[in-house]
């Protein structure tokens, strides 16, 4: 048995704090286990949000079932959040939300954190109706609520999260503009010329993107029986927005996805090492979560971790969470146990297409498209003669085929035969 009165604290209940938790279960640990949430929901799925939530199709994404918890004798507490660390004893303070009186100190032996992103906002738009986010389920189920009532949307930002937003926003019937100031969606992750081929995907499903464009203003309307004098910001209503070249696109709903940030703010003072914004951000790690303080971990996407290669990156994507989560509780609990190297692994469900990305490609790897039916694609990328990443479209099975060639160097001309 490890772990002693305190035991492990973990601080995040969503994807990365709760399978951390079962993993320190899984292998053996036996001390005791606080996940602490600030929602005030129970640890959930975050992909279906953007996907089977706003369709109409999921109303819970819970990641395990209300038994789990005593179960497995893990202590849930949601709708708290960690205010304070303090390395040097051993603690954190927790704090009901609206309620900074309720102020606690919970004792740790180990602490984990994992904390997760908040989404940027676009300035002066805090508060205004019609305008959203798309982090959390709460996030979700107000966006969805409005879905009825809209026949127009504009979705800022054209990464995962807004191209996915689109297509959902499509698919249930609404007339939607997908504004992105790069060249194509998602080039910082997959190139120009992929993303060119996820324009021809929206374009054929009646989405309008607008690319190397930026917002330049909100338009608002005084929204319909607001209360000005009680709450000014909510007394504005979206109508549309302003793009940089004075073009205007009505919308009765705006979904900014302009990317997020590290969920940090409660270390300040507490000497945790944070990792440079050319790398990434958050919270700096080792190749196995260690954080600069002892007994402090930190995974999921707010860890910035070293990878063996020396360098750094923050990635955020389930899989990759889940591994990390592995990671963690195999040495908190100290156990032998090898883990098995896997390719990095991400995906995005946009209509009724997956698309599935394997390895780290960069948008400046040369990209070889070796399969394009119109829709469905197949393509690798390479770097230096060598095999970097894949990615596919409706190519489940090809793009798994492709997982032990990067595990190791693999060169580019063995793959394309
Ligand atoms: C809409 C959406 C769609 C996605 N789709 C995909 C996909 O298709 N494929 C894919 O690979 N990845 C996808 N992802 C990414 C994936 O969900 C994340 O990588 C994953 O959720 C990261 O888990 P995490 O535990 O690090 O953070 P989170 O799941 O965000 O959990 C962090 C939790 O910590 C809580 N918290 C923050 N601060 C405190 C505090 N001080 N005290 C207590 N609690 C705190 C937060 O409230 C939150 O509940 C998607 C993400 C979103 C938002």
């Not at 704090?95 to 900074?100: A, F, G, R």
């Not at 189920?141 to 504009?154: F, K, N, P, W, Y």
């Not at 995962?160 to 499509?170: K, P």
């Not at 900014?256 to 270390?267: A, E, Q, R």
């Amino acid at each position: 048995m490890s772990g002693s009165d305190a035991g492990v604290v973990i601080v995040g209940a969503g994807l990365g704090g709760i399978r951390v938790a079962e993993s320190l279960r899984a292998n053996d640990y036996e001390g005791p286990i606080t996940l602490i949430g600030a929602e005030s929901h129970p640890p959930y799925d975050r992909p279906p949000l953007s996907k089977s939530v706003l369709l109409g199709k999921d109303d819970r994404v819970d990641l395990k079932p209300a038994e789990f918890f005593d179960e497995s004798s893990i202590r849930l507490r949601v709708g708290e959040r960690v205010s304070a660390i303090s390395p040097g004893d051993h603690t954190v303070t927790v704090e009901k939300p609206d309620d900074p009186s309720s102020s606690e100190t919970v004792g740790y032996d180990t602490l984990i954190l994992a904390t997760g992103l908040s989404p940027r906002t676009l300035p002066g738009t805090d508060g205004v109706s019609g305008i959203h986010v798309l982090r959390s389920i709460d996030d979700a189920l107000a966006l969805r609520g409005e879905i009825d009532d809209a026949s127009t949307a504009v979705v800022v930002g054209a990464g995962f999260i807004g191209c996915e937003v689109a297509a959902s926003l499509n698919q249930r019937g609404i007339s939607v503009t997908l504004v992105e100031p790069a060249p194509t969606p998602l080039a910082a992750a997959l190139g120009t010329e992929v993303g060119a081929l996820v324009t021809r995907l929206h374009q054929a499903n009646g989405v309008d993107v607008r690319t190397g464009i930026g917002v330049e203003e909100i338009l608002t309307d005084p929204s319909p029986g607001s209360a000005a004098d009680t709450d000014p910001a909510r007394a504005t209503k979206v109508r549309g927005v302003r793009l940089a070249d004075g073009s205007e696109l009505a919308a009765d709903i705006v979904v900014v996805g302009i990317g997020s940030i590290p969920v940090i703010d409660y270390l300040d003072g507490s000497g945790i090492e944070l990792a440079p914004r050319e790398s990434g951000g958050g919270i700096a790690c080792d190749e196995n979560g260690a954080t600069s303080v002892p007994d402090v971990y930190a995974l999921g996407d707010v860890a910035n971790w070293r990878l063996e290669s020396g360098a750094t990156r923050r990635v955020e994507h389930w899989t990759h969470t889940v591994e990390q989560a592995t990671v963690v509780a195999h040495r908190i609990a100290k156990t032998d146990a090898m883990i098995p190297a896997t390719p990095a692994y991400f995906w995005s469900d946009q209509y009724n297409l997956k698309i599935q990305v394997l390895g780290r490609p960069e948008s400046s790897d040369l990209l070889h498209l070796v399969d394009d039916d119109g829709t469905k694609f197949l393509a690798y990328y390479s770097r230096d003669g060598i095999l970097t990443g894949v990615v596919g479209a409706g190519k489940v099975g090809a793009v798994m085929k492709t997982r032990p060639k990067l595990l190791t160097p693999t060169p580019i001309a063995d793959v394309l035969g």
